[in-house]
């Protein structure tokens, strides 16, 4: 037994008691403020509606069914598109569910507070919280997620609560900034895509080590891909939904709709094409760019999906961003590993940050044009699409310098303190991307890693020290001699 084993051993237990105390206080907080100043809905704080019926009900109608595909989005096509990697499997996919699961609750009370300080300049006696209010928290959790996937085998749970508990109160200060500015981000493609991307490559510049670089582990198997296309499947269907949930109805709905699933039909198109063109074998598809590159399509239509830009344009983006996506898989995630020691796992900048920025741009040039051409619009519907006017593309190239930035420096911040949060329960050498650090793995799991496993140890009184229940077992049998004597 190596003769730090034990100092291992005992800093995965001070990581757990942590851990554990901070989460279940966490959940007691979140009774506690539910409780004293959460409210549900109700119908008086709407106008009536002209047919007379309940405008709850109108809300619920119009918004369940993109809440219910949003939610299969982050639990499902998240969780499912992570468990890529041959040994991480249950870390994918466990703490996928359980950080969305607290983001979810975190984020209800995080936008109360910056509403009640948008909407009266102070903080209201209840917050009544609405079918959008939950939406939201769905769409700060895949923020959440998508930083994530650049530190995917990386992080220590208490590294991951950490940033469940931070990453939202700095997702929601963009959201409060974009309601100030009167920018638009139909489908997050700024606040969701571009600030989770380099909110995550930001941490990830401070996890990332030669420990991490040089980890034979970080590497996928089969069955693990099959189950990586699953979550890319779920996802590519659903992403229509996640850019028309909080659309305005009508026509900008169905155009949110129409132009996501075209683009992202452009994009998996130009997958395939660039994927067999430029990868390292010259002729052969990768199944990194099928499951990543594909989503492109929706990331890009994240800002204005719900414009008037023409079929042929939105397929146009699907097709351009599909094919930046894989040379950026293929060309630049190492490039980053290798001069600027950013080890993007997932590749989030090549499915996230490339294609939301790009998006943010397209944004701002079909708002000038929008201005320059009003007979795009009706009056009504420019007024609604268009909050602030003819200062409209100023304001959302603003806001995509803002997303940036409060990405790049919260990032910094964050990966600071999750780098000395990181020093209780350190990740070994064999721990990096693999799941028996912190999980009991199944009985098929590979034998021959050396990590630490408390099951394995017991104490011996006579020395003071843990010992191997194996070497225990040794010492107390007979040796050769012995039975010669």
């Known amino acids: 037994m190596s003769s730090d084993t034990p100092k291992k051993l005992s800093s995965k237990k001070v990581e757990n008691i942590i851990f554990c105390v901070c989460l279940f206080l966490f959940q007691v907080v979140m009774i506690i403020l539910y409780s004293v100043w959460v409210r549900y809905d109700k119908d008086s704080n709407h106008d009536p509606l002209p047919n007379g019926e309940s405008p709850v009900q109108e809300e619920v109608d119009n918004l369940y069914g993109y809440f219910r595909d949003v939610n299969i989005m982050i639990f499902f096509g998240f969780g499912f598109l992570m468990v890529f990697l041959r040994r991480y499997g249950y870390s994918s996919l466990g703490y996928t569910f359980l950080i969305s699961a607290m983001v979810a609750q975190w984020s209800v009370l995080v936008w109360g507070f910056y509403d009640s300080m948008l909407e009266h300049k102070e903080l209201r006696e209840y917050y009544y ?75 990830c510049w401070f996890l990332t080590n030669s420990k991490a670089k040089h980890s034979k582990e970080n590497a996928a198997s089969y069955s693990g891909d ?7 499947l779920f996802l590519w269907m659903m992403w229509p939904s996640f850019n028309a949930a909080i659309a305005p109805r009508g026509h900008p709905q169905m155009r949110a709709l129409a132009n996501t699933f075209l683009s992202l039909t452009g994009s998996t198109i130009a997958t395939f094409i660039v994927s067999r063109l430029f990868s390292h074998y010259g002729y052969k ?26 079929p042929g344009p939105a397929i146009s983006m699907g097709f351009i961003i599909g094919s930046v996506s894989v040379l950026g898989y293929i ?18 900048h090549n499915l996230h940050g490339m294609p939301g920025l790009v998006g943010s741009i397209a944004a ?18 420019f007024k609604v699409l268009f909050p602030a006017g003819d200062d409209q593309a100023k304001r959302n190239a603003a806001m995509t310098f803002i997303a940036l930035a409060v990405g790049i420096i919260g990032g910094i911040i964050s990966g600071f303190c999750m780098k000395q949060i990181g020093k209780i329960g350190k990740l070994t050498k064999e721990e990096y991307f693999s799941d028996h650090a912190f999980w009991v793995v199944a009985s098929d799991y590979p034998k ?27 010492e107390s049998m007979p040796t050769t001699s012995d039975h010669q004597q």
Do not use: W
């Not at 060309?331 to 989030?348: H, S, V, Y």
């Not at 099951?455 to 194996?470: P, R």
């Open 448 to 474: 021959e890693f050396e990590g630490v496993d408390p099951h394995q140890y017991i104490h011996d009184e006579e020395n003071g020290v843990e010992m191997d229940q194996a070497e225990k077992r040794d």
């Open 226 to 232: 099959l189950f990586a296309m699953a979550g890319t």
């Open 285 to 310: 598809l990768d199944m990194v760019h099928v499951q990543n590159s594909t989503l492109a399509g929706g990331v890009v239509q994240g800002v204005m999906a719900h414009l008037n830009v023409n």
């Open 331 to 348: 060309f630049l995630t190492p490039f980053l590993a290798r001069r600027f020691n950013i080890q993007d796992t997932c590749g989030i």
């Open 364 to 381: 701002v040039i079909a708002a000038a044009h929008a201005i320059n051409n009003p007979d795009l619009y009706s009056a009504a519907e």
């Open 129 to 203: 919280f609405t079918m959008e209010s939950l939406l939201n928290g769905l769409f700060c959790a895949g923020s959440v997620m998508i930083s994530y996937g650049a530190l995917l085998g990386k992080v220590t749970p208490l590294q991951m609560l950490f940033m469940g508990i931070v990453e939202p109160v700095l997702f929601f200060l963009n959201m409060y900034i974009m309601e100030r500015l009167h920018a638009f981000d139909v489908g997050g493609g700024m606040t969701i895509h571009l600030f989770g991307a380099y909110y995550g490559l930001s941490v």
